[in-house]
C-alpha cells in the first residue's frame, strides 16, 4: 500500500467528518505535538473502514475542536483489531498529522506504533505516538502522542481516481 492511497484515504475520511455540524455522535481524543510544533489538541474523533485497490484500511480522523483545520489521521491497513501497529514509510499504519500555520503545515509520520484497545463495530479505542516528518522539509520534525476514543463514520471514495 502506498504512502499516497493512505493519504487519499485519509483525506477523504477527514471531509466526512468535517461536515457533520453537531459532532455529538463523534469520540473524543486528546493529543500533544512537540518539536517544530508544540501544541495540544483535543476534539472529536471518528473512525471507518474502506476497501480501495483490494485494500482493507482503517482511518481514524482526530479533528481539533478549537481549529477543525488542525487534525490527525491514523491509518491501519486492515479492519481495527486490538493490537499494536508499526508505523513505517510507504506503509499504512501510519499516521498524518495536519497543523494551521501561515500555509499549514504537514508532517507524515516515519515511526512509532498504533496501539488499539478496544476495537468493535461501534468503537475503536487506544493510544499512539509517532515521530513525523514535514512534507517539504524534511528538517522539520515533530512527535506526536494521544488517546482516542472513537466512533463510527462514513467514507464514501465514490468515483475518485487514486491514481491522480
Known sequence: MTLRFALLTALLLTAVLGCDSSGDDLGVFDAALSGAVSTTLTGRAAFAT????GHLVTAI?????RDPQ???VLVLPERARVGDFAIRDEQAG????????????VYVAHAGTVTITRATGDRVAGRFRAEGIHLLDPKKRVTVSGTFDAEPGDVDTGDVDSDA
Open 70 to 72: 488542525d487534525l490527525i
Open 94 to 105: 501510519g499516521i498524518v498529522v495536519l497543523t494551521s500555520g501561515e500555509e499549514g503545515d
Open 61 to 65: 480522523g482526530l479533528i481539533d475542536r
Open 50 to 53: 474502506d476497501s480501495e485497490e
